[in-house]
């Protein structure tokens, strides 16, 4: 059974840092593509950052680039995403997600889900 396990959201003021962390069993994490979206009230959920199992190569979405970085740990099945420069535009219900092929940042290229932690950053 797959699971995806996120922690690290909390509230923040704008300008703070936040680490989160996903960690994952029951599938191949090493192969995996690991991707971090989020979804704010009335939105649809949108891509963040994505990492290829593939040398670990990274992708951003442009309003988090600079500021945002993804990361994994394939020892620990654990993929990270640590975010500074805070703003309240970041606010939302964060996810990780796991797709079994290559690179993507469409919602419904992934194949397992996370319940999401919440972000908040106050302004």
């Known amino acids: 059974q797959v699971q995806l396990v996120e922690s690290g959201g909390g509230l923040v003021q704008a300008g703070g840092s936040l680490r989160l962390s996903c960690a994952a069993s029951?599938?191949?994490?090493?192969?995996?593509?690991m991707g971090w979206f989020r979804q704010s009230p009335g939105k649809e959920r949108e891509f963040v950052a994505t990492i290829s199992w593939i040398g670990g190569s990274t992708r951003y979405t442009d309003s988090v680039k600079g500021r945002f970085t993804i990361s994994r740990d394939d020892a620990k099945n654990t993929v990270y995403l640590e975010m500074n420069n805070l703003k309240p535009g970041d606010t939302g219900v964060y996810y990780c997600?796991?797709?079994?092929?290559?690179?993507?940042?469409?919602?419904?290229?992934?194949?397992?889900w996370g319940q999401g932690t919440q972000v908040t950053v106050s302004s």
């Open positions: 029951g599938l191949p994490f090493s192969r995996c593509t």
């Open positions: 997600a796991a797709r079994y092929r290559g690179d993507s940042g469409f919602v419904q290229d992934y194949d397992d």
